[in-house]
């Protein structure tokens, strides 16, 4: 199963989103989880992880990953040759590195590094921006390729962003 996380951040509480799908070319999704959360961090440059990776575990206690099971996050695994590592790095730590972490930003990263890949989807010519840990990194960017949708972003993940981005009607904290 591959499972797809994204966070969006209201006034009182964060939301987070996790769409599980079989395989890179699931035209649909298998499971949705979601989970409002309290605001553990504010926002700050350069650690943006302190603030999306509480949610993501959080939510995680809910989902029981087995062997073979792969994690998206919207954001980046590694950010640069010197191996500074970015929010899907330290998810990939705090699950004592089992299981295959991929990042997919949107946006780009001014750093080099050499395990960063691009892929154009779609007629766009703005790129994907992939890294990974736990599996190569071409592999993924085949696979990302493939995935359904005739976009930029893939449907399941452009799905994602947008569960997350609808504002519950109690904004409660569940």
């Known amino acids: 199963?591959?499972?797809?996380?994204?966070?969006?951040?209201?006034?009182?509480?964060?939301?987070?989103i996790c769409i599980a799908f079989e395989n890179w070319t699931s035209e649909n999704e298998s499971f949705v989880y979601?989970?409002?959360?309290?605001?553990s961090y504010d926002y700050e440059s350069g650690a943006f992880y302190k603030?999306?990776?509480?949610?993501?575990?959080?939510?995680?206690?809910?989902?029981?990953?087995?062997?073979?099971?792969?994690?998206?996050?919207?954001?980046?695994?590694?950010?640069?040759?010197?191996?500074?590592?970015?929010?899907?790095?330290?998810?990939?730590?705090?699950?004592?590195?089992?299981?295959?972490?991929?990042?997919?930003?949107?946006?780009?990263f001014v750093?080099?590094?050499?395990?960063?890949?691009?892929?154009?989807?779609?007629?766009?010519?703005?790129?994907?921006?992939l890294t990974s840990i736990g599996i190569d990194i071409d592999e993924i960017k085949i696979q990302v390729e493939k995935m359904h949708g005739n976009f930029r972003i893939p449907t399941l993940l452009k799905k994602l962003d947008k569960l997350t981005r609808e504002k519950d009607e109690l904004n409660e904290i569940n």
């Open 1 to 16: 199963m591959i499972y797809a996380f994204d966070t969006y951040y209201y006034e009182n509480y964060a939301k987070t």
């Open 34 to 39: 979601s989970e409002n959360t309290q605001i």
């Open 51 to 108: 603030r999306e990776l509480p949610c993501i575990l959080s939510l995680l206690k809910k989902i029981e990953l087995k062997d073979n099971d792969l994690i998206i996050v919207d954001g980046y695994v590694t950010l640069d040759n010197s191996g500074k590592i970015g929010l899907g790095g330290y998810l990939y730590e705090s699950l004592n590195k089992k299981y295959p972490v991929i990042g997919i930003a949107k946006n780009g």
């Open 111 to 129: 750093s080099e590094d050499s395990e960063r890949r691009t892929v154009l989807r779609g007629e766009s010519k703005t790129p994907l921006f």
